[in-house]
Nanobody, 117 residues
């Protein structure tokens, strides 16, 4: 079994920054993709950013330049640096990992990010 523990969410003013972390633990041989998704009230869950084991990244077009995904493979941890936050970034943010070689997928419990003045 694999557990994902997220941290770093909270309340921030527009224009502010937050850094989310997600640490994976348990029966892990390897991790392929690590990603962040978000779900705003009344909306579908959407991909924010994804990073492969080799470091290739992809972002939602609307977030490029403001959000940065990174990972520490030694710690099985993925990060999301969020800058210049906007009210519309308010959502629950979930981390997601895809294990290697099983391709099993796991989700974090979610962390609330609220951008408000």
């Amino acid at each position: 079994q694999v557990q994902l523990v997220e941290s770093g969410g909270g309340l921030v003013q527009p224009g502010g920054s937050l850094r989310l972390s997600c640490a994976a633990s348990g029966s892990i041989f390897g991790i392929n993709h690590m990603a962040w998704y978000r779900q705003a009230p009344g909306k579908e869950r959407e991909l924010v950013a994804i990073m492969s084991s080799s470091g290739i990244t992809s972002y939602a077009d609307s977030l490029k330049g403001r959000f940065t995904i990174s990972r520490d493979n030694a710690k099985n941890t993925v990060y999301l640096q969020m800058n210049s936050l906007k009210v519309e970034d308010t959502a629950v943010y979930y981390c997601n990992v895809v294990l290697f070689p099983s391709a099993d997928k796991y989700w974090g419990q979610g962390t609330q990010v609220t951008v408000s003045s």
